[in-house]
């Protein structure tokens, strides 16, 4: 059982008490519908629930997208991650233009821009992105 709010979700773990901020978590959803995966800080917690666990990751993203864009508004919140999508991409050019390509510079891009598009598909109530880890 978890409890949400806005900033944080509190939950219990190995007999403690876990107390996560949902600006510095991320949320993906796996291969299984009713399994979640949210890392924070160095760890990585399983959540199982008994229906389809992407309309939980969906909520909470949409929460933290609103907090994150200072806003009440979907759509406000939209146009901002819109904006640092828009960042994000002309930092990878940048980075891509470069000569001597700085291989994590470009995985932090690419890394803030998924987390980015997984933000915008919860807004918009779209299917929540997949990744793939490459060798690129």
Do not use: W
């Amino acid at each position: 059982m978890a409890s949400i709010n806005p900033l944080s979700m509190v939950f219990h773990f190995n007999h403690g008490l876990i107390n996560i901020d949902l600006l510095e978590c991320f949320i993906t959803t796996t291969a299984k519908p009713n399994i979640l995966h949210l890392s924070y800080a160095s760890h990585i917690y399983e959540f199982e629930f008994v229906g389809d666990a992407s309309r939980f990751a969906s909520q909470v993203l949409n929460m933290s997208s609103l907090l994150l864009a200072r806003t009440t508004c979907n759509d406000v919140a939209v146009s901002f991650l819109n904006r640092q999508h828009q960042k994000v991409m002309e930092k990878l050019s940048q980075v891509n233009s470069e000569g001597d390509v700085d291989p994590v510079a470009r995985e932090k891009a690419l890394l803030k821009d998924f987390a980015i598009q997984y933000r915008l598909a919860a807004l918009n109530n779209k299917p929540l992105p997949t990744f793939q880890v490459g060798s690129n």
